[in-house]
């Protein structure tokens, strides 16, 4: 047997190619003689070719269209329940109007939530640079076209004509509230975003007037309304946008835990914004004789326990934030949190919705 390479050097010089040509050769030094030889360390791939993609998941998108329609069907009923067995006149449409209105304040709040988030993102050091997509547009216009819904439904429940319904008080208001929601979206999809800060100020002020028209202080009403809603609105979309971000900043801990952290110093504000406006609103609304026996009062009242929950969950999620530097169990309390505050909202709305309870007083 042959035990040492070929003498010839044709066969040699042949040997040497496909030597080559199989395999790389070693960088570094020679081994020993009698050394086992060790595996080759696994390289990453740079060129192998990806899997299949996973699937897409229908489970977040079906659970937001199911909220979504449980929110409407509540608005929708929520009146009628509210006003049972308290003797008042119910208004017509009463439902639909409830429905209308929780669809556009979740478009104000979605939209301007996204305008105060990014000034809380943005000071955070080390975040990831993934992007979150933006919802302004969609929201804007979903607003709108509730805005324009609340048109049409006061001019057939008037009976009204559509030059008649824009010449009433709350049909201009309404038309307003519609041409600036159409603004604001536009603003959102063009260059600078940031403008749609001006139209959606006149909506909020149009919509606080709107809410007022009681013959008694409705200026006074409408300026509590202003910083209430915008509190309100402020707080329940900046809060989504937050939860969304520290979704796709899943990856780096620490930012995410800082950006919950300097919402939370935000949110106090806001909370003690809507304390103090929601106080003066009640004692200017609600007469004491008829807080359990009118449907605005006990609207409120559910409103009021559900801010109670609210205000425990965010009490829970800061203590967590502050004890623990994981952001886990701090962003799940933080989502249910937002969960009550969708429940806020329409509450809020149904509460736009309900009689008046001084025309049931006995203090009238």
Do not use: N
């Amino acid at each position: 047997m042959l035990s040492g390479p070929s003498a010839d050097p044709i066969a040699q010089t042949r040997l040497g190619l496909l030597s080559t040509t199989a395999a790389p050769r070693p960088v570094g030094p020679a081994p020993r003689a009698g050394a086992i030889p060790e595996p080759p360390a696994a390289r990453p791939s740079t060129g192998a070719i990806p899997g299949p993609p996973a699937a897409r998941s229908w489970t977040g998108p079906l659970l937001v269209c199911a909220a979504g329609g449980l929110a409407l069907l509540i608005a929708l009923l929520g009146p009628g329940v509210a006003a049972h067995d308290t003797g008042e006149t119910r208004t017509a449409g009463a439902g639909l109007a409830a429905a209308l209105r929780t669809v556009l304040f979740t478009a104000l709040a979605l939209h301007l939530g996204e305008l105060l988030a990014p000034q809380l993102i943005r000071p955070v050091r080390g975040r990831p640079r993934t992007p979150v997509r933006s919802w302004a547009v969609f929201a804007s216009l979903a607003g709108a076209a509730a805005a324009a819904g609340q048109i049409v439904r006061l001019a057939v429940v008037g009976g009204l004509g559509f030059t008649e319904t824009f010449g009433a008080r709350e049909g201009g208001l309404l038309l307003g509230i519609t041409a600036g929601l159409l603004l604001a979206a536009f603003c959102a999809a063009s260059k600078r975003p940031d403008l749609a800060l001006i139209p959606l100020a006149v909506v909020v002020g149009a919509e606080a007037l709107r809410a007022h028209p009681e013959a008694y202080s409705p200026q006074v009403g409408a300026a509590i309304t202003v910083v209430h809603l915008t509190a309100a609105s402020l707080w329940t979309g900046g809060l989504l946008y937050v939860l969304r971000t520290m979704w796709h900043w899943r990856g780096s801990p620490v930012a995410a835990r800082t950006l919950l952290g300097r919402y939370a110093r935000l949110a106090a504000w806001l909370y003690a914004a809507l304390a103090a406006t929601g106080t003066v609103s009640t004692l200017r609304r609600l007469p004491l004789d008829v807080m359990f026996t009118s449907a605005y009062g006990r609207t409120l009242l559910t409103k009021l326990v559900l801010m109670a929950v609210v205000s425990a969950l965010a009490l829970a999620a800061r203590r967590r934030m502050l004890q623990d530097s994981d952001p886990t169990v701090a962003h799940r309390l933080a989502r249910r949190e937002q969960v009550v505050l969708g429940l806020v909202v329409v509450v809020s709305a149904i509460l736009t919705a309900v009689p008046d309870p001084h025309l049931i007083s006995s203090r009238t």
